[in-house]
């Protein structure tokens, strides 16, 4: 599985972003597509996943409401519309790829990951 985000950027705190994730060589009949983010000196946090199974979206409770997942078939890609952008929510967002999620936005047991876009959110 290849999997590659964009449209990272630095907007001011408030403000929106449209990350994307192109991804390619997967079964998509058992999979799920989601994001993590990764800031300076933080672990790893999970922020949204996608089932194909019954096409839900999960959300870490930390964006709960401000970013909504999507995703779209026809191009194998996923998207995640992030509004009221806070300097917390800096970081590099990766997509990865796994055989499901749970109810925090996490994938569950994920094998792949792309490269990440950057978000960086201005006070």
């Known amino acids: 599985v290849q999997l590659q985000a964009s449209g990272g950027g630095l907007v001011q705190t408030g403000g929106s972003l449209r990350l994307s994730c192109a991804a390619s060589?997967?079964?998509?009949?058992?999979?799920?597509l989601g994001w993590f983010r990764r800031a300076p000196g933080k672990e790893r946090e999970w922020v949204s996943c996608?089932?194909?199974?019954?096409?839900?979206?999960y959300y870490a409770d930390s964006v709960k409401g401000r970013f909504t997942a999507s995703k779209v078939n026809a191009k194998d890609a996923i998207y995640l519309q992030m509004n009221s952008l806070k300097p917390e929510d800096t970081a590099v967002y990766h997509c990865?790829?796994?055989?499901?999620?749970?109810?925090?936005?996490?994938?569950?047991?994920?094998?792949?990951w792309g490269q990440g876009t950057q978000v960086t959110v201005s006070s």
């Open positions: 996608i089932s194909t199974y019954d096409g839900r979206a």
């Open positions: 990865a790829a796994g055989y499901g999620c749970n109810g925090q936005g996490q994938v569950r047991d994920f094998y792949s």
């Open positions: 060589g997967f079964n998509q009949d058992d999979y799920a």
